[in-house]
């Protein structure tokens, strides 16, 4: 009955069998058992609400830093001196990367701890496709572009935690 998730008539005939129980009593166990195993929306409330606090941190970082560059404001500046030597970022900007890179990684090992979500498996070839695309960014010299879209990701997220919070 363990390895089913919905046992048949037969096995839980048998299981009430061994038990010395009941046929009503065994389904009825299993109801409970299954219900327990599930994950509480308590649980998926405060997975989101920690999502929800980085987001937020992380976009008000990425605009604080990015709210002075002349590429913020007009996109074209982004090609201007393309490629851009890594060595001479700004250590804020090298932060940002190295904060988003390590969320992310972070996200994709701490994924299969959390709670289980119906969309598991999207969310971590998301979260690989995010780290493939931050890691590109960076090694591509293409930093002013990747961190407008770092903090384009992340108010995207505000709003998609948010939803997640209370659904």
Known sequence: IEENRKPT????????????????EVEVWIRRKQRELMPSKLNKFKESLWRLFFYTTAFTYGITLLWNEDYFWNTMLCWVGFPDLTWAVKKSLYYYYLLEGSFYLSLMVSQFMDTKRKDFWEMFLHHIATLILIGGSWF???YKVGSLVMATHDISDVFLERLRSVF
């Open 9 to 24: 008539s037969e096995q839980i005939a048998l299981a009430a069998k061994d038990a010395d129980m009941k046929i009503r």
């Open 140 to 142: 591509g010299g293409c």
